[in-house]
């Protein structure tokens, strides 16, 4: 093919991404357009009248391919947030904004969700960052999916194509939707993290298969790849050349067991997730592996009565060989690992108000080079180790099955606050210069409209 072609062709595909969808700092929380086609409420699907948390009902219609239900609508959805963040303490100022208290208009978001054919269908994001005041695409996932049996036993296959692992995930216990929804962004964050959580989302590209066997065991597996930088481009990723970019295919597989009793329900479930990545500047020196192996369970009652109740537990354990980063001196050390515990539990009453308690933990071994000693974010004794605790309340005035313009109007006002007891390696002087682990206690007040 000549070289002109070539480059038409890829412009071609970048133009088709962009016009699919385009995260910001997180992904798609809810898409009024499905509620639409299926003749419901978002109230059904999720269990505080709108996004990100699914109901059965919800699991069951995004395993399907987004493909139940066939009203004639226009598949379009729109979202926006907006919030307020106060710091415990006065911070380094980020661009746009002073150095606390901040109004801010987080997110605007546009989808384009629905059913494509009896068996498929798709939701795709075009998001302007009002942060980092950058629009690009964001979380896709397109699938298509069929009922079978086996024997006696009824089962469903299906293939989904996403820019995200763990978006393709039907719980809210692994990263893509684990609480909190939303999370404040004008705040310093723990400087440890595994790939898992969001690394590569945006900048590669995956397809998995999966099935439902007996409406209890669920199993998954595929793999990701990089996009090229050219592609990235195109639909709005800002310099992808300097990214810690995956080296090859990344195996992502998933295992989870779920059971029903009367108005309770659980899941327990596996998943792995192994890439090789590289910066630019470790090129001829070696790659970055990692093996991420997370375990999550998840418990659920809802009678049909006003009162309702969510849990979830996540768990990964990453380990990772440094043999780039160590070469050219970004890692003193090979071997590191890096452990992170999840664990929320939210009641719910009437789809209108809730309340959220959640505890997190990350602990780490060792590594001066990777998390050094600087104001506010460093480790004055090189480890990632931070924990805390968030709480959050929520009020959903609009957005339930007696809400008025229903399912075209959705509003969420919401109060987290999030306190550390330990951050980047300590409680005082964290850092080496003079700051606490409560210094990044955070107030963030958020309002949060659906269409």
Request: aromatic share 12%.
């Amino acid at each position: 093919m000549p070289a002109d072609h070539k480059r038409a062709l890829r412009r071609g595909l970048g133009a088709l991404m962009a016009l699919l969808t385009l995260p910001p700092a997180m992904p798609a929380w809810s898409v009024p357009a499905f509620a639409r086609a299926m003749g419901v409420q978002c109230a059904v699907c999720h269990t505080l009248a709108f996004g990100p948390a699914l109901t059965a009902y919800g699991r069951n219609f995004k395993l399907h391919a987004y493909a139940l239900g066939g009203n004639s609508t226009i598949p379009l959805s729109a979202d926006l947030i907006s919030s307020f963040t106060h710091n415990a303490s006065a911070q380094p100022q980020p661009p746009h904004y002073s150095d606390n208290n901040n109004l801010a208009l987080d997110d605007i978001d546009v989808y384009l969700a629905g059913r494509i054919t009896e068996h498929s269908g798709a939701f795709a994001q075009v998001s302007y960052d009002g942060i980092a005041r950058h629009t690009q695409w964001g979380v896709v996932d397109a699938r298509c999916a069929r009922d079978f049996t086996l024997g006696r036993t009824n089962a469903l296959f299906g293939v989904t194509l996403n820019n995200f692992p763990t978006v393709q995930d039907p719980w809210n216990s692994t990263s893509a939707w684990q609480f909190p929804f939303p999370s404040p962004r004008l705040v310093n964050g723990p400087a440890g993290a595994p790939q898992l959580n969001g690394f590569f989302a945006g900048q590669a590209l995956g397809s998995t298969a999966y099935a439902l066997i007996g409406n209890s065991l669920y199993l998954e597996a595929g793999g990701y790849r990089q996009l090229a930088n050219r592609l990235q481009e195109d639909v709005g990723v800002r310099n992808p050349a300097a990214e810690h970019a995956l080296d090859g295919t990344a195996p992502y597989w998933r295992a989870a067991l779920q059971k029903w009793s009367g108005s309770h329900y659980v899941s327990a479930g596996l998943l792995g997730f192994y890439p090789h990545a590289q910066t630019p500047q470790e090129r001829g020196s070696g790659t970055d592996n990692y093996s991420d192996l997370g375990y999550d369970a998840t418990y659920q009652f809802s009678d049909g009565g006003p009162h309702a109740f969510n849990a979830y537990l996540s768990y990964v354990r990453e380990r990772a060989r440094l043999f780039g980063a160590t070469a050219i001196g970004g890692s003193t050390v090979v071997a590191n690992h890096l452990n992170t515990l999840n664990i929320s539990g939210q009641y719910v009453w009437r789809q209108t108000c809730s309340v959220t308690l959640a505890f997190f933990d990350v602990g780490g071994n060792s590594n001066a080079a990777l998390f050094p000693a600087s104001p506010w974010l460093g480790s004055a004794n090189g480890r990632p180790d931070s924990r805390g605790y968030t709480t959050q309340l929520e009020w959903v005035p609009f957005g339930k099955a007696d809400s008025y313009a229903r399912p075209w109007l959705n509003v969420r006002v919401g109060l987290q606050y999030t306190a550390y007891t330990r951050f980047n390696g300590g409680d005082s002087n964290y850092d080496g210069f003079g700051h606490s682990a409560h210094d990044n206690n955070a107030l963030f007040l958020f309002l949060w409209l659906a269409i």
